[in-house]
């Protein structure tokens, strides 16, 4: 079945890049998501990819796609304090349906 | 706009009792989402419905649980009776189209403790 697999934690200090991972078994994804959530809030959609593209970039925001290996990763440039949230990594179809990952909890330290 | 609104934001209630849980999405979405989120298990849809229709409710838990949606404006997700494993964070997410799932907004959720 599908399903989407990301490390619980990262932990970085102000300045640095952060660099979150997630892997995803279904080939036939279309779309590929990043959200973040801050404490005590709902998922917010930070950026998407359609799965024919291999790059994104977003101001700060990098997302780098690797299809044949299943692979998402977003590279946050500059982290600063409130960038601290959980992320989750989603994949979804040309349907309504999202699955998500569990999410990796990125904390910014001074 | 006011985003998705959800109501309680807080929820404390016995195991047995009825909870209801309800959602207003934002006005003109025609999807709704109705998402648990607990430490073990991460995010999960449970139900999902596009122009007040389900369309799959594969992650409904068990017969407990029920979610309608009579109207555009109006959702509920009621968990009669309760258990303490459902205690969790229920988030509602609304979305404008169907078809791409780009755009789902999300409300700030419901913290549930059943004890």
């Known amino acids: 079945g599908e399903d989407v697999e990301q490390s619980l934690f990262l932990s970085v200090r102000e300045g640095d890049s952060s660099v979150i991972n997630c892997t995803y078994t279904d080939s036939s994804s279309t779309y590929l998501y990043w959200y973040k959530q801050e404490p005590g809030a709902g998922l917010q959609l930070l950026t998407y990819?359609?799965?024919?593209?291999d790059m994104k970039q977003d101001q700060r925001l990098t997302v780098l796609l690797n299809k044949k290996d299943k692979h998402l990763s977003l590279r946050i440039a500059d982290t600063q304090t409130g960038d601290s949230a959980i992320y989750f990594c989603?994949?979804?179809?040309?349907?309504?349906?999202?699955?998500f990952g569990t999410g990796t909890r990125l904390q910014v330290f001074p | 706009d006011a985003g998705v609104i959800q109501s309680p934001r807080h929820e404390v209630t016995e195991m047995g009792q009825e909870v209801t849980l309800r959602c207003k999405p934002i006005s003109g979405h025609n999807s709704l989402f109705w998402y648990r989120q607990t430490m073990m298990r991460g995010l999960e849809l449970l139900i999902y419905?596009?122009?007040?229709?389900?369309?799959?409710d594969s992650g409904m838990p068990e017969d407990r649980f029920s979610a309608k949606m009579p109207n555009a404006s109006f959702s509920t997700l009621k968990i009669q009776p309760s258990e303490p494993r459902d205690s969790a964070v229920y988030f509602c997410?609304?979305?404008?189209?169907?078809?791409?799932?780009?755009?789902?907004?999300f409300g700030p959720g419901t913290r549930l403790t059943v004890l």
């Open positions: 997410a609304s979305s404008p189209t169907s078809g791409r799932a780009d755009t789902q907004y």
């Open positions: 989603a994949e979804g179809h040309n349907t309504d349906k999202l699955i």
């Open positions: 419905f596009n122009n007040n229709v389900p369309i799959d």
């Open positions: 990819i359609f799965s024919n593209m």
